[in-house]
Structures are given as C-alpha cells and as structure tokens.
C-alpha cells in the first residue's frame, strides 16, 4: 500500500520562510513528477510547483522567485521550501505523486491528506 505523509506545516509570520516534505512510502516501483498542490478555504486547489525524476522544474506564478521544490529520487522524498510568505499564501497544501506500484506497469496518481499552512502576524 502506497502513500504520501506531508509535514511541516504551520502558522508563519508574513515574511518568514517554512519548509514542507513529503515523504512515499509502501511497495513504490518508480516515481514520475512529484508536485506541491494547494487549496485555500473556498478557492479550487491549483498547482504551486512540480517537478520531474531528472529534475525539471515548473511552478506557479505566484511561487515563482520565493518557493522552490526540490526532490530525493532515493528516499522518495519531495519538499517546497517557502520563502518571503505571505498572508494569501494561507491555504492547506497538499503533496502528489505520478507514482508506479511495485508489480504494475502503471503509473497512477496519488495525494497525501494535506498540511495547512498558515501566514498571519
């Protein structure tokens, strides 16, 4: 059984910096891009950053130039290092895998529960 554990969440002051990981774990045959998601109170959950096996970034608008997400093939671990946040940075994050089980041949998407942040003074 696969799943992804988020941590690291928590309340921040504006300007301050956090760090979120996620880690898989359970019977992983190959993972493909991992990515940070999140969803504030009564908004669509968006993408804020995604990145692939060999390393290839991509991120939101928003997070560009204060987040960065970063990745450990070998411990199956993804993080966002947040910086500079601010109070519409709020929102619970939640990590995502393109993730392969051992014994498929498929690649299936996969979520953790979710850690909120939140940036208030």
């Known amino acids: 059984q696969v799943q992804l554990v988020e941590s690291g969440g928590g309340l921040v002051q504006p300007g301050g910096s956090l760090r979120l990981s996620c880690a898989a774990s359970?019977?992983?045959?190959?993972?493909?891009?991992m990515s940070w998601y999140r969803q504030a109170s009564g908004k669509q959950r968006e993408l804020v950053a995604g990145?692939?096996?060999?390393?290839?970034?991509n991120y939101a608008d928003s997070a560009k130039g204060r987040f960065t997400i970063s990745r450990d093939n070998a411990k199956n671990t993804v993080s966002l290092q947040m910086n500079s946040v601010k109070p519409e940075d709020t929102a619970v994050y939640y990590c995502?895998?393109?993730?392969?089980?051992?014994?498929?041949?498929?690649?299936?998407?996969?979520w953790g529960q979710g850690t909120q942040v939140t940036v208030s003074s």
């Open positions: 359970g019977s992983i045959g190959g993972i493909n891009v």
């Open positions: 995502n895998a393109d993730l392969r089980p051992k014994f498929s041949s498929l690649y299936e998407n996969y």
């Open positions: 990145i692939t096996y060999g390393g290839v970034t």
